[in-house]
């Protein structure tokens, strides 16, 4: 099974001047496959930088501390390493991908994570099944990524993503933003048989708690300032449902 280990990571924001901004003071956290891990945290906390910084996203600089997969270092891994050796990010905005269809992508994708191409035969098969499950209108498969999407669509292209692609660790940075109450459902009902496959480490980064009262989270992780300010179960976040972050912001850094 495999573990993602995160120890003491520190990253900074470059700035277009090429000054670095710290963001991420020290971040500690271990998330196996088949656990559930929320980050919760107001907004401008870091949680997003990071997301982008385990993804390998060029904006951040990690000035210390270190990321392992299952005792590979993943820091030194391009972007690509980081997709081929298991790690998935689903982003807070995802991008269009201009002249590439859905289809076109999942399936390089696939092809890129795998090292082959998935069978013909059956490919198309798992393609339709992905998207049906996630309430997407076949057509999809034959638009250019995100190009036109709304929110609750690019946020369920993302999850046929993480349903096909079978990750190790996947980080869903704010999937449930912006979803209305519907879409919430079948976006969380995909994540839900992810979870229940019990192959992959989720790390559900969110600012709100609804999502949590449809995937259970194992762990809790209070997110302010850059770093975990504390750690429970899920009872945490029903804590934070009542209380806000309020109480945590009093001692936070400047980031929050
Ligand atoms: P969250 O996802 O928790 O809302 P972010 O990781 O997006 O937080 O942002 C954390 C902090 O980093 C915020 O104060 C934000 O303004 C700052 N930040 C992020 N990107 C940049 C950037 N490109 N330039 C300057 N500040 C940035
Ligand atoms: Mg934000
Ligand atoms: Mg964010």
Known sequence: MSTLEIRDLQVSVKLPEGELKPILAGVTLTVRAGE???????????KSTLAYSLAGHPKYE???????LDGEDVLAMSVDERARAGLFLAMQYPV????VSVANFLRTAKTAIDGEAPK????????????EKLQ??????????????????????????????????AILDETDSGLDIDALRIVSGGI???REAGQTGLLLITHYTRILRY???????????????????RELADKLEDKGYERYLAGAGPAA
């Open 120 to 131: 013909l035969r059956t490919w198309g098969n798992e393609l339709r099944g992905a998207m």
């Open 36 to 46: 559930t891990h929320a980050i919760m945290g107001p907004n401008g906390s870091g």
């Open 96 to 99: 269009e991908v201009p002249g």
């Open 215 to 233: 995937v259970r989270p194992d762990f809790v992780h209070v997110f302010v300032g850059g770093r975990i300010v504390e750690e429970g179960g």
């Open 62 to 68: 990690v000035t210390g501390g270190s990321v392992t």
């Open 192 to 194: 839900e048989r992810v």
């Open 136 to 169: 997407m209108d076949p057509a999809f498969a034959q638009r250019n990524v995100n190009e036109g999407f709304s929110g609750g669509e690019k946020k369920r292209h993302e999850i046929v993503q993480m349903e096909l692609l079978k990750p190790k660790i």
